[in-house]
């Protein structure tokens, strides 16, 4: 499931991971390279990467970590992303989406820059204006909102229990954005949890706070 609209003097390649198969499996899972750009004097393309946080636990709490689950999703994940010349980490301020974007932060020596996921607009701003390759942990609802508001193509609304969905999204000056979408991991099939979906409990009603 991968859409992949060249524009011209855009990248030197539509890098040939988005010519993978859409579905990685665990233990076979293809690094994604740095993006190369032409050398002709242009200042390149802004890459954002986007996922929704791994698996997340039902433990009663308003602020659940990772599952097991979802601690080897994060890492299939970053062996996935390990060429990919990531400069920035972004994260909002809960449990399971630090630590989908802690392995990342920690490769790069930084501590990730927590976003408002409550003003988009402003934060898609701040990434089209900074340079560079970012790595953005975000929510089912707000991951989805955010490619848009780069001016990426979002798909379908992301699942209740769907984990596996990488965003890539390039903006280059003066083209229309081009959007990736891949699957890493297990395979997210509806209504088949292949050893990787959080435990649904008895956690009652879900606060007004609460994201997914």
């Known amino acids: 499931m991968v859409w992949c609209r060249a524009a011209k003097k855009t990248l030197a390649?539509?890098?040939?991971?988005?010519?993978?198969a859409a579905v990685s499996v665990l233990g076979s899972v293809p690094p994604v390279s740095a993006i190369q750009v032409p050398a002709d004097g242009d200042s390149g393309p802004v890459v954002v990467y986007l996922v929704r946080h791994a698996e997340k636990a039902e433990d009663g709490t308003d602020d659940p970590p990772l599952t097991l689950a979802g601690q080897i999703r994060v890492r299939v994940l970053r062996q996935m992303l390990n060429d990919a010349g990531l400069t920035h980490v972004y994260t909002t301020d809960?449990?399971?989406?630090?630590?989908?974007?802690?392995?990342f932060a920690e490769a790069l020596g930084v501590e990730?820059?927590?976003y408002d996921p409550r003003r988009l607009q402003a934060f898609a701003a701040t990434l089209r204006g900074t340079p560079g390759i970012h790595f953005?942990?975000?929510?089912?609802?707000?991951?989805?909102?955010?490619?848009?508001?780069?001016?990426?193509?979002?798909?379908e609304p992301i699942d209740e229990m769907e984990y596996?969905?990488?965003?890539?999204?390039?903006?280059?000056?003066?083209?229309?954005?081009?959007?990736t979408l891949l699957r890493f991991?297990?395979?997210y099939v509806?209504?088949?949890d292949f050893g990787l979906r959080a435990e649904r409990g008895s956690a009652g009603p879900p606060s007004s706070r609460r994201r997914n």
């Open 13 to 20: 390649r539509c890098w040939s991971t988005a010519l993978l």
């Open 94 to 103: 809960w449990k399971r989406t630090r630590d989908t974007a802690r392995p």
């Open 112 to 114: 990730p820059t927590v």
């Open 136 to 155: 953005v942990s975000g929510h089912s609802n707000t991951t989805p909102l955010l490619v848009a508001a780069l001016g990426g193509n979002p798909f």
């Open 164 to 179: 596996d969905r990488l965003y890539i999204v390039v903006i280059h000056p003066g083209q229309p954005p081009l959007t």
């Open 185 to 187: 991991g297990e395979p």
């Open 190 to 192: 509806e209504g088949s």
